[in-house]
């Protein structure tokens, strides 16, 4: 699998930025894509999740809550991370994750839950 995150930029504080992972490889019937983020100094920390298995379900960050909607265009194999009303606390860089046979929604929270990594994209919000 193979995973390309795009989106990233610099904005100012209450902007918006969408944030895309495409992914490729094969087909995909049951799957979860995740962001998570990393801040200079910090650990890396889960920020939303997709997951479809049978049906589809997603799961927030309490900190990105209201903010941030994730979503999927299934004919373009891409999951979008819609950030709106962005902080300077949310600069990071973010990764987007791929987990091929996803566990529950609430475990997907955790970065030993993905296979696949794609590469970081830089989130710069000014004050």
């Known amino acids: 699998v193979q995973l390309q995150a795009s989106g990233g930029g610099l904005v100012q504080a209450g902007g918006s930025l969408r944030l895309s992972c495409a992914f490729s490889?094969?087909?995909?019937?049951?799957?979860?894509v995740g962001w998570f983020r990393r801040a200079p100094g910090k650990e890396r920390e889960f920020v939303a999740t997709?997951?479809?298995?049978?049906?589809?379900?997603?799961s927030y960050a309490e900190s990105v809550k209201g903010r941030f909607t994730i979503s999927r265009d299934s004919a373009q194999n891409t999951v979008h991370l819609q950030m709106n009303s962005l902080r300077p606390e949310d600069t990071s860089v973010y990764y987007c994750?791929?987990?091929?046979?996803?566990?529950?929604?609430?475990?997907?929270?955790?970065?030993?839950?993905?296979?696949?990594w794609g590469q970081g994209t830089q989130v710069t919000v000014s004050s």
């Open positions: 994750a791929f987990a091929s046979n996803p566990p529950i929604t609430s475990e997907l929270r955790a970065r030993r839950s993905y296979d696949y």
């Open positions: 490889g094969r087909t995909f019937s049951t799957y979860a």
């Open positions: 997709f997951r479809r298995r049978g049906g589809t379900s997603t």
